[in-house]
């Protein structure tokens, strides 16, 4: 593949991204917050977490590490100004949530509903126009489909508009060749024309309970998902301004690629015999298709090593509700599941929250409402067709073809499991999960085996703010090697 030439990047180290201060830390008022869970040890299926102060003392300040402050944090505990910045709530999560590592259910809101005639091109600007008038606008740029179509309308438009261009910004995670997407960035950026690109190097900075992950950890408590920390490199650098992801992308795209039952009812596609099935399917009562999708959550989720066998239960009604929940016809999926959806408003909460400590806005334009809407209302009752076909319809004007045509994608699995989690697993007190669902020695075990399950980090990161909140030696420094 050809590269795009004339790209000029500023590279920097993850350390550099952010600076901690040990007087910052001595003089701010501040004190981090520890999870506790409300309600009895029985009966907390329905609980939520919440935080209380830990009055007892105040952040560590590094004394082994490298970096000053926090212990290999490299991240300021200080708002912009300089003047302590107490932080915003983390959103709660649920039990099942932290047994499954995933934020699951909807929220008891309304429907979307239809606001406007735009079209998503259009509703997009006006989310990115929103973005570029708050500079630096900084775009987590990977390489990847979506977040080159949003570095794509954001130039565009701040071109047309005479607005300050956004900046890539790219984690760059030389250990991990799963991750490596080089390439491809090269390909987009020289097709757009930008010659500023920041590249942030990360070694093991990243991991689950790593420096930057223990900066947010000690500062929030648990945000979802896990590697939310992951943009804290990017949200410091932007201090006052904005950050665009592309955080969505892929599960609109996905929602609308596996509508075929629609398309065969909209005359889209070619039936197919099991296309019977899918359809019966559809037509049956909630709480029948309740019961499928339960039998279908309990094979999935009875592989997690982790759960008790009440955990397994509990996790397979949650996943069986959620998913019988969702409606028949693409626009409803959109306007009244996806809207509603857990998975996506705890994490733009949590990105929320983070941001919110540096005086950053982040924009999340796929799951802005505006851009819903937008989405919903061109794709009716079909959809908007495969992953490829959706983006050659909204970027097919503004991106290579061989982008847009791409079937490729990086994974940023690697960067979480770094030796200073696996340092911590092994050294974990065992206490801080007192959760029905798991087993906390079979947790462990799991833990210390060659590839942990991703969807166990959340737990990690609980176990983790535990051992610290007591001072355990193996949280005091999470080594940057």
Known sequence: MPGGGGVRYRAVSARSAGRS?????????????????????????????????????GPRVGHRSGVRGIRGGGVDLT?????????????????????????????????LESSSSETPREALRRVMRRALLRP?????????????????????????????????????????????????????????GLDDW???????????????????????????????????????????????????????????????????????VRPRAGDILSLGFAATPRSVRAVVYNRRALAEVSGLPWLTPGGVRAISRSLGDMNARKPFGWESVVRQWIWRSRYFRVCTRSFAVMADFHDVEVFHPFVAPE???ALGRAGGFSGLGTRTELMGRLFGDLLPDEVVQRQTKGVFTDPVWTPATSRFARSWSGGGIDLPPIDAERLRRHWMSERPDPRSTVLLQMAWLHDDSIGADATIAPDVP
Not at 246 to 266: K, P, W
């Open 198 to 268: 920041v590249r942030i190097d990360i070694r093991h900075e990243l991991g689950a309970v790593g420096p930057v992950a223990a900066t947010a950890l000690r500062r929030h408590g648990l945000l979802w998902p896990c590697n939310t920390h992951f943009h804290l490199p990017i949200v410091q650098r932007a201090s006052g301004g904005s950050v665009v992801t592309g955080f969505g992308g892929d599960e609109i795209a996905l929602s609308s690629a596996t509508a075929r039952a629609e398309r065969v009812m909209g005359r889209l």
């Open 371 to 373: 851009v819903l809407d």
């Open 79 to 111: 708002a912009a100004s300089g003047a302590p910045r107490r932080p915003l709530p983390a959103p709660p999560l649920h039990p099942v949530d932290i047994a499954y590592g995933v934020a699951l259910g909807l929220e008891p809101a309304p429907p």
């Open 136 to 192: 630096p606008c900084l775009v987590s740029f990977s390489g990847g489909r979506d977040s080159s179509a949003l570095l794509a309308v954001a130039t565009e438009m701040a071109r047309q508009d005479g607005l300050p261009l956004p900046i890539p910004v790219t984690l760059v995670f030389p250990e991990s060749a799963a991750a490596e997407e080089e390439e491809w960035q090269k390909i987009v950026l020289g097709h757009l």
């Open 21 to 57: 201060t040990t007087s910052a830390l001595r003089t701010s008022s501040y004190r981090p917050k520890v999870l506790v869970l409300v309600g009895e040890r029985r009966g907390c299926e329905d609980g939520q977490w919440r935080y209380r102060r830990r009055c007892d003392r």
